[in-house]
């Protein structure tokens, strides 16, 4: 059974810095994929930000390019988000997500995800 748990989530200033993190268990296979998407309040998921366990391979949205840092530790099957330079409208609930057999564009922009974490949410206000 997958199980991802996410935690790092809190309230920032403008411009201040947070990192997420993501404890994944239960995978069976090598080749999946961990990502972190967000949801606004009234807006739709969106994709963030999607490493490949396999490869290394990563993909961005274009909202948090040179801002955000995705990286993985695969003795710990943990990922990270490193969020810099944070805005207001960076403001969500932020949820770890794992697919297998795709691609990191595949699962952060068509969503093709098989399991979800609970979320963490990430306030930046002043």
């Known amino acids: 059974q997958v199980q991802l748990v996410e935690s790092g989530g809190g309230l920032v200033q403008p411009g201040g810095s947070l990192r997420l993190s993501c404890a994944a268990s239960?995978?069976?296979?090598?080749?999946?994929?961990i990502g972190w998407f967000r949801q606004a309040p009234g807006k739709e998921r969106e994709g963030v930000s999607c490493i490949s366990r396999r490869d290394g391979s990563t993909y961005y949205a274009d909202s948090v390019k040179g801002r955000f840092t995705i990286s993985r530790d695969n003795a710990k099957i943990t990922v990270y988000l490193q969020m810099n330079s944070l805005k207001p409208e960076d403001t969500a609930v932020y949820y770890c997500a794992a697919g297998g057999f795709t691609t990191v564009q595949a699962m952060c922009v068509m969503r093709r995800v098989d399991y979800w974490g609970q979320g963490t949410q990430v306030t930046v206000s002043s």
């Open positions: 239960g995978f069976t296979l090598d080749y999946y994929v």
